[in-house]
Structures are given as structure tokens and as C-alpha cells.
């Protein structure tokens, strides 16, 4: 019975409250207020790409290396974090067994390296390295303790 009577009340109070907010007039805001506000929602940055014309100004543009990253690299920046701890039964580095059965079950090197840049399991495809080649990948896995055909 009590809770009826809390619905009761709170039925009015936003009875009541809705017609007033509907009402309210705006604030006015002054000069500060309104840059104050724009300065707050602002984006963050721009995107300049090379060949535009705020791109003259900017310097030298960083080129990306035209040899492939080593395993060591790719595997310290993007698989340490399952493939140490073995998170989500990812093959641990170093554990050559592991790695020999799973080229086993597959049937080759080759197929391994095609499931796993795919995704495979709890490995979504490319792992974390959304910009690794296929070749940096395996060089990833070779890393490991992939053994290559």
C-alpha cells in the first residue's frame, strides 16, 4: 500500500515538473560563455594528409619502412599480452610443443599461418596488429616457436 502512495507522489512531482522545464525559458549567454563553450567542444585535432595544402607547412612526413618488422618487434608490441600468459588458451612463446601439434592438426606451417592471420579461436584475424603484413605475422610466429616448413 505505501508504494502506491510513493507513485502517487513521485506521479505528481513529474506532473509538475515537466510542464515547467517545458516553459523555461533559455539563458542568454554572453560573448565568454559562448567561447568558452566552442573552445570545450572544439575537435581535438586535424587530419592533414601529404599533397594538401596544410600539409606544406608540416615537415617531413614519417615514411613507413620498406622492410618488414622483425618477429621480435611485432611479437613485443602485439602478442606479449596473450601469448606470454597464455590468455584464452593462446600458444605460449617458446612452447614448442604447443606450436608443433597445432602445425600437426593443420597439416602445415602455411595453413597455420593462413587460420591464425584470419583469426583463429580467440584470435581475432591479424591478432592486435591491424597493419602487419602476412610475412610480418609469420615472422611473429617463427618468434614464437613456429617451426617453418
Sequence with gaps: MAWV???????ILLGGLFPMMALAK????????????AERIAPA???????????????????????????EAVYNQFC???????????????????WTKRVSDLGSYSKLLEQ????????????????CSEEEFGNAMQYMGVKKE
Design 116 to 131: 591464425a592471420y584470419a583469426g583463429i579461436r580467440s584470435m581475432p584475424a591479424k591478432g592486435t596488429c591491424m597493419n
Design 26 to 37: 533559455p539563458v542568454p549567454l554572453d560573448d565568454v560563455s559562448r567561447q568558452e563553450i
Design 80 to 98: 606479449t599480452a596473450c601469448h606470454t600468459s597464455g590468455l584464452l588458451g593462446a600458444p605460449k612463446k617458446g612452447d614448442t610443443a604447443e
Design 45 to 71: 585535432g586535424t587530419v592533414c594528409k601529404q599533397g594538401e595544402d596544410c600539409a606544406a607547412n608540416l615537415g617531413a612526413v614519417a615514411s613507413a619502412s620498406s622492410e618488414p618488422r622483425t618477429g
Design 5 to 11: 502512495t510513493h507513485m502517487r507522489l513521485l506521479t
